[in-house]
């Protein structure tokens, strides 16, 4: 369906108030970029708002196409532009709105691990059987583990990277991944190591408990650390021979 909206209504749209909370910041670079190509060609593509008015008390919020309102708001005075036609479409609830940005994301690239973790925590608790794992996988990426790529840290936790995407977030075993991921994150402040061996150590470990084998993290960390304090591993180039460097380390006697 294809809505008109007066400029008016478009900067009303783009208080900070009403834009989604789990969309990207505005660029003032890519506004200017934005009004120049509008000055000079015209509005080539319609940006996208939706109707969600059955589950938040904002009645249209900007889906795709921020930087093009901010830039025909901004326009220089005596344009003749004063409204635009826009794609609206309804949404009953939050997990479409979600689904439809992270197809069409302003830069039409493909959501990152990162963007979907931010847009689930900040769904909130309407989320209510997920929210808290959102949280805590969300506490862990920006307070706790800084350094750990985002992408790690969802395959250390979740059971699935699908339902991770789709707000769906299970927990593998929390109390095993806890302890994997402070080992992966002092290796990597410690030791500077990178993430094909952060992986490495993850997947022996993982395969490890997958045989019903259990792990001594105490030994393990003990042992690891001291053959990389003698610098063992100086010739390890892969994921898979840093995992049998890992598995070596941990049952020599």
């Known amino acids: 369906m294809i809505k008109e909206f007066k400029k008016t209504e478009l900067k009303e749209l783009l208080q900070p108030k009403n834009l989604l909370e789990f969309n990207r910041d505005l660029s003032g670079k890519h506004v200017q970029k934005m009004i120049k ?5 015209g509005i080539l593509r319609f940006p996208v708002v939706g109707d969600v008015s059955a589950f938040d008390k904002r009645k249209y919020v900007i889906i795709d196409g921020q930087h093009l309102c901010k830039a025909i708001v901004n326009l220089p005075k005596g344009n003749s532009i004063n409204k635009v036609n826009a794609i609206t479409k ?21 959501w990152n ?27 862990l990426y920006n307070e706790i583990y800084d350094g750990l790529p985002c992408g790690f840290l969802v395959d250390l936790y979740s059971v699935s990277k699908s339902s991770f995407r789709e707000g769906n977030l299970e927990f593998k075993n929390r109390e095993f ?25 993850s997947v022996w470990a993982f395969a490890r408990i997958n045989e019903k084998k259990d792990i001594d993290f105490f030994k ?7 053959a990389l ?24 006697l």
């Open 37 to 41: 190509s509008i000055v000079d060609c």
């Open 229 to 252: 304090s003698n610098q063992e591993d100086k010739n390890i180039q892969g994921r898979e021979e840093f995992k049998e460097f890992v598995k070596e380390t941990y049952t020599r």
């Open 177 to 201: 991944s806890d302890k994997l991921a402070s080992l992966c994150y002092d290796l990597k402040k410690d030791f500077k190591k990178a993430s094909f061996a952060l992986t490495g150590l």
């Open 90 to 110: 309804i949404y009953t609830n939050k997990k479409e709105v979600i689904e439809d940005i992270s197809k069409l994301n302003n830069t039409q690239k493909s």
């Open 113 to 139: 691990d990162e963007n979907y973790l931010d847009a689930w925590f900040k769904y909130g608790r309407s989320n209510e059987m997920y929210f808290s794992n959102y949280a805590y996988l969300y506490n």
């Open 220 to 226: 393990l960390r003990s042992r690891l650390f001291r």
